[in-house]
């Protein structure tokens, strides 16, 4: 069974370009268009991976990890963040609020896989 990730981005072409790369990987993807929808998909269902932007409207991707990391079935689950911030300590916080890796905007479709099939393990 292939792994499931949820992308959380206000970007529709992020979001299509993500989508694209990931299902070619073989991976199912679930959008999310910003970090209150994000957290609602996450209510319905279970996720291998999160993979998330951190400036978004409604909810932002930093929020957005705060809150399921309070949620013990999602405790676990890692969180990639795709943005466009580079900054260290923005990196930090993200990492503090329990993110698992980062990749910055723009991206390579292949960069992005790698990295999935890094933090799962396949």
Sequence with gaps: MSATILTVDDS????LTTRVALTNAGYQVTEAVDGLDGLAKLDGGQFDLIITDLNMPN???LT??????????????PVVFLTTESDAEIKQQAKSAGATGWLTKPFDPESLVKIVRKVLGR
């Excluded at 529709?12 to 979001?15: H, P, Q, V």
Aim: net charge positive; proline share 5%; glycine share 10%.
């Design 12 to 15: 529709a072409s992020i979001r």
């Design 64 to 77: 957005m990890i705060r809150e399921l990391r309070k949620l013990p079935a999602h405790m676990g689950v």
């Design 59 to 61: 909810m932002d991707g």
